[in-house]
């Protein structure tokens, strides 16, 4: 079976702009969460989708947002991009949405942002 | 609330053990154990399910105390390959997953 692919792999961006970030989960997975990780904060969530809905929200801006198609791939979008936006970008897919489900991570996104 | 792991470092040698504990101050129902290399995803090691139940992996073992909120993962006889660092997840109500700190893990030859 494929793992959780994520496109594209690294990114550079200036302070304003906005991006999009994809994830295909594997294959008959239907949740898909997404994590932005950095040295100084760890891991921290952003966002879950199960069949296209979002589930769960974390303590993050408006800026960040996402959608889940109905084929479960997901997408995040980060508008008016800020220099503590640069991150690695992690998506991770699941079977369940809920419960103790094992997730699987994908290569992440790096993103810069000067 | 995210779980507080410790230690935050070790350094090890080549078939020494370690434990790493990761600790809670909300009801655990179950324990996520991941580690994550330098530049790679994190990997799934093992869940801990509130009753005992364990899913994971065939050399490393873990504990998970559900009446202290606790877990402790422990690598016996540890390999070159174990270098990472480790992450604890627990269930956040609203959140998927709410990952500790990590613990980095250092073994040398």
């Known amino acids: 079976k494929a793992g959780v692919t994520q496109t594209p792999r690294y990114l550079i961006k200036t302070r304003g702009q906005q991006v999009t970030l994809s994830c295909s989960p594997i294959s008959g997975h239907r949740s898909v969460s997404w994590y932005q990780q950095t040295p100084g904060q760890g891991l921290q969530f952003l966002f879950e989708?199960?069949?296209?809905?979002?589930?769960n929200k974390g303590n993050f801006p408006g800026r960040f947002s996402g959608r889940q198609f109905s084929n479960s791939r997901s997408e995040m979008n980060v508008s008016t991009l800020e220099l503590g936006d640069s991150a690695l970008y992690l998506c991770a897919s699941s079977f369940l949405a809920g419960g103790p489900d094992t997730q699987y991570f994908g290569p992440g996104t790096r993103l810069t942002v000067l | 609330q995210q779980p507080v792991q410790s230690p935050q470092a070790v350094i090890l040698r080549e078939g020494e053990d370690a434990v790493i504990n990761c600790s809670s101050s909300?009801?655990?129902?179950?324990v996520h154990w991941y580690r994550q290399k330098h530049g790679e995803a994190p990997v799934f090691l093992m869940i801990l399910l509130k009753g005992g139940e364990q899913k994971g992996h065939e050399k490393i073992s873990a504990s998970f105390n559900e009446k202290k909120q606790q877990s402790s993962l422990y690598l016996t006889a540890s390999q070159l390959s174990y270098s990472g660092t480790y992450f604890c997840?627990?269930?956040?109500?609203?959140?998927?997953?709410?990952f500790g700190q990590g613990t980095r893990l250092t073994i040398n030859p």
């Open positions: 989708y199960f069949s296209e809905t979002q589930r």
């Open positions: 909300k009801a655990l129902y179950s």
């Open positions: 997840g627990t269930e956040g109500g609203a959140q998927k997953l709410v």
